[in-house]
């Protein structure tokens, strides 16, 4: 005799179904967490499908002197990526979040992530921000190092162009470059073409005229990135957008990193060879205070 499953649960709803029975006894439940045990109904979010299996969208952003920058288009970007990860945004006044949150914290200049997770019958926000201090004159004087990573990006992938939380490949990839004392690792893709860096995207100069990864090869759209382009055109400096192999990368005049925290940032150096002088280039600077000076206007509007 055959039994029919048509309406047998999945195993991730009777999974859904376990945890779910665990938090109507809440009262009753403990958990371990770290060295103690803690009461379930404390640490809600923590079993929610978001923060179990990495099912979320986040943005990080960066305020100066109070000016949340480019806040529409990381809201849009991040309202695109609950629609392709089947969350519904959340109801939130993000901006007036944030700026609450800087009040409270006392911060002018600082660091803010959002994060969207879901949860089993609505969807989690977080917001925060902390004192930004990652990047200071003398590192872009310097310049920054990546490697290659051995990770192959999929430019097939349906979520490539998502941020989302579960950001494992990225943060493996970077910290494989901290252990080697670099500051960045770079993602080829399947066809062996640059994508991105695991937390930035890459430009590169040759001849005055400005390369970058088309979106197609597979990787994040960076806001930064856009923001590069804008300027790059702007300037009337000469721009392709394209599918480069690294031997197309590794002979150039100069390159840089862009990301919203980061900004605009000299690559000097990949896989222990220098890029031009090893040195941070003119071009590089002259986008940088292109893309200040965009982040300036911004301010004066506020």
């Known amino acids: 005799m055959e039994v029919s499953t048509a309406n047998a649960p999945t195993s991730y709803e009777r999974y859904l179904d376990i945890i779910t029975n665990a938090l109507v006894c809440k009262k009753t439940m403990k958990v371990f967490l770290n060295d103690r045990m803690v009461d379930a109904d404390t640490i809600e979010d923590i079993l929610e499908p978001g923060f179990l299996f990495g099912w979320g969208v986040f943005e990080t952003l960066r305020v100066y002197d109070g000016t949340i920058v480019f806040l529409k288009e990381h809201l849009t970007r991040l309202n695109d990526g609950c629609r392709k990860t089947s969350l519904i945004p959340p109801r939130v ?27 089993r019958a609505s969807t989690g926000i977080t917001i925060y921000v902390s004192p930004f201090s990652y990047y200071q004159a003398a590192d872009y004087q310097k310049g920054s ?117 980061m900004e605009v940032m000299p690559l000097v150096e990949v896989n222990g060879r220098p890029l031009g002088t090893g040195t941070p280039g003119a071009m590089t600077h002259l986008i940088h205070q292109g893309y200040q000076e965009l982040i300036q206007r911004g301010r004066l509007r506020k």
């Open 93 to 119: 006044d993000v901006a007036q979040q944030i700026k609450t949150l800087l009040k409270e914290n006392a911060l002018r200049d600082a660091y803010c992530r959002i994060s969207v997770f879901k949860k």
């Open 145 to 261: 190092t990546a490697i290659v990573s051995s990770f192959v990006r999929n430019s097939k992938h349906p979520l490539i162009s998502v941020k989302a939380i579960s950001y494992l490949e990225n943060r493996l990839a970077w910290q494989k470059a901290q252990d080697k004392g670099k500051d960045e690792a770079l993602f080829l893709n399947e066809k062996g073409y640059l994508t991105e860096g695991s937390r930035t995207n890459i430009f590169f100069i040759k001849n005055k005229t400005v390369y970058t990864p088309s979106l197609d090869c597979g990787m994040l759209d960076g806001i930064t990135r856009r923001k590069a382009i804008t300027v790059i055109k702007r300037k009337k400096i000469k721009l392709k957008e394209g599918a480069f192999q690294l031997n197309a990368l590794l002979p150039c005049d100069e390159a840089f990193l862009t990301s919203s925290l």
